[in-house]
Structure formats: structure tokens, C-alpha cells
């Protein structure tokens, strides 16, 4: 009986240690696993610093947040420099992060020339398929997908707007003729001022430096300014601003941030919305729900009308009383 009890015993104890290394085991596999699951490396890509891009990221991090997401964020600005853009999505493909967050076409072009494999998720882009990052915004079938920064009807309206109230028919455009987001915009203007009898007055650049001298040239040829969501101009639309308030030119823009800094008007939207809506779709691929391939290039979900009350002032602009019932106003 004793005999007996003991090899119990031992047989107990035996089990017991083994039950216990691999509980040990499983657990530190799962700690692994967890480390890495729930704390996702994120590269952030963008090629300049200006409020609208800016917003876009905070909007990206708080969707992330809002889905519980925990993420550490490598931001990496390009300061307008192509060679630096890409030289920042090699390093994040090299580094192999979870996933790459691309703020602006060029940035996401030059995520897509450095891999095929990372997710990518771009926001702030305003033709993908153009740019050549998706064949079909619908079925995008690739690692890449995003959000737009362009509302179907932004365009359209904001030159319906510009003819009907307006006197002048030229129409002075600034933009880079060397972001095909911006060339895309600009083809589209065009069309739409010649179905509403407006003139395009086009001046190109290539930096930010030279924007305060395009709008400079404008005086003189140009009843009205416009200018669409190009990276390079509205990252100097001070200088746009400081002419168009010296020259009484009513200076329109492509989205809200821009207005709130000094544009006269736009039909636009928020690029927070924009950037969180990319972070929702950021937050599918990262919980392995869904793949880049499978979610749509999504547009901006909302577009209204604002205004710039003290920007009219400064441009010598009487503020309509029908302006008041279809626009916002900026504070």
C-alpha cells in the first residue's frame, strides 16, 4: 500500500511539472505572439509639412486608437525632396514594418516602388488610379489602397460658384507641374472653366519658394485665384494669400484647412475625416480582417461649402446674404 501511494505520488509530481513547462512554454509563446500582435510597427510617410497633411495623420491615429490599435509611429517627412521620399520607404521596407502610411501621392508612390508586400495605406491622394497605385479604385487588387482627398463634385462646384457670383473670367491656377496629383486637378479645372465660361491662367512651380512670385505674376491677368490640394503650393499659402489679400483677388481653395488659414472659400471637406477614415480601413488589414486588395479606394464622405468671413474683408469681398444659407463660415 505504501508502495503504491509513492508511485502515485511520483506520478503526480511528474505530471504536475510537466503540465507546468508546458504552460510555461505556451505562455511565452503567447507573450511573443502578443508582443507582436498587439503593438504594430507603423511607417508614416509624407512629403511635406503643412496643416492639412498634418491633420490627415492625426486623423489616422485616432481611428487606430478608437479601434484599439496600439501602434509605435516612425514619421518621416520628406520636406518636398523626391530622392528623400523614396529613400524613406526603402528604410521602411527594409525595417519590414507591420504597415506603411502614405500622406500624399508622391509619398505613396514611392511606397509602392518599395514594396509589393508591406500594406499600404494612403490617404490625401487625389487620383490613384491615374498616379498608377491602384489599375481599379473599386477592386484596388494590390497591397495598396486608400482614401481620396477629392470629392466628386469639389471641382465642379467651386467653378459653378466662381461663375455664377463672380464677375471676372480668368481664372489664375499655381500648381507643380510635377505632382500628377496636381496635373490630374488641373485637366479637370480646365474642362469645367470652359463649360462655365471661365478662362484658365496657369503658372507652374517646382518648389515651395517659388509660389509667392506665381501669384505675384497673377496681378494683372487673373480676376481670381484657385488653388487645388497641391502639396507644393499650399504648403507656402501664406505667400498666395499675403497677394491675393494686397491685390483683392478672391483666392479659392481646394479644402477646409486651407480656407481656415486665409482662402477666401471652398467646397471641401476635413482631411482629420479623411485621415481617419484611411485608419479605419489601416485597422481592418492590421486585425487581418481584411487585405489592401480587398477594400475600395474610399472618396471624402461629406463636402460643404465655407466661407472665410475676415479673408473676404481683406480681398474686398461683400458677403452675399444667399452665401448665408448654403455655407459654413470659418471661425
Known amino acids: 500500500m505504501k508502495v503504491k501511494m509513492k508511485s502515485m505520488f511520483a506520478y503526480g509530481m511528474a505530471t504536475a511539472l510537466l503540465l507546468s513547462a508546458c504552460g510555461t512554454e505556451e505562455k511565452e509563446k503567447s507573450e511573443a505572439a502578443g508582443s507582436k500582435e498587439d503593438t504594430f510597427q507603423i511607417g508614416v510617410t509624407q512629403i511635406v509639412e503643412h496643416p492639412s497633411l498634418d491633420n490627415a495623420y492625426k486623423g489616422f491615429q485616432k481611428a487606430l486608437e478608437d479601434e484599439g490599435i496600439k501602434a509605435e ?11 528623400n521620399n523614396q529613400t524613406i520607404a526603402n528604410n521602411f521596407a527594409g525595417d519590414k514594418v507591420d504597415l506603411i502610411f502614405a500622406n500624399s501621392t508622391p509619398s505613396a508612390t514611392g511606397a ?7 500594406p499600404i495605406i494612403f490617404t490625401s491622394v487625389t487620383d490613384p488610379a491615374a498616379a498608377g497605385l491602384v489599375k481599379d479604385p473599386k477592386k484596388p487588387g494590390g497591397n495598396i489602397t486608400g482614401t481620396t482627398d477629392l470629392h466628386p463634385e469639389a471641382i465642379s462646384n467651386t ?12 481664372v489664375g491656377v499655381i500648381y507643380n ?5 496636381s496635373v490630374a ?15 484658365l491662367v496657369p503658372v507652374t512651380v517646382s518648389t515651395s519658394s517659388e509660389v509667392k512670385q506665381a501669384a505675384e505674376s497673377l496681378a494683372g491677368k487673373a480676376d481670381m485665384i484657385y488653388i487645388v490640394t497641391d502639396n507644393t ?12 489679400n494686397d491685390k483683392d483677388l478672391p483666392l479659392f481653395v481646394g479644402e477646409l484647412d486651407s480656407v481656415k488659414r486665409g482662402g477666401f472659400a471652398a467646397y471641401g471637406f476635413e482631411y482629420y475625416d479623411i485621415g481617419y477614415e484611411a485608419g479605419q480601413m489601416a485597422a481592418q488589414v492590421l486585425k487581418g480582417e481584411k487585405k489592401p486588395a480587398d477594400l475600395p479606394v474610399q472618396p471624402p464622405a461629406n463636402l460643404k461649402l465655407m466661407i472665410n468671413e475676415k479673408a473676404a474683408k481683406e480681398m474686398d469681398i461683400e458677403i452675399k446674404d444667399s452665401w448665408k444659407d448654403q455655407a459654413e463660415f470659418a471661425k
Open 73 to 83: 509611429y516612425d514619421v518621416q517627412v520628406a520636406q518636398g525632396d523626391q530622392n
Open 112 to 118: 509602392l516602388n518599395a514594396t509589393k508586400e508591406i
Open 159 to 170: 467653378i459653378e460658384f466662381m461663375a455664377k457670383e463672380f464677375e471676372g473670367k480668368n
Open 177 to 181: 507641374a510635377g505632382e500628377q496629383n
Open 185 to 199: 486637378q488641373v485637366e479637370s479645372v480646365e474642362k469645367v472653366m470652359k463649360e462655365n465660361g471661365l478662362k
Open 233 to 244: 503650393v499650399v504648403s507656402a499659402l501664406e505667400s498666395v494669400i499675403q497677394v491675393a
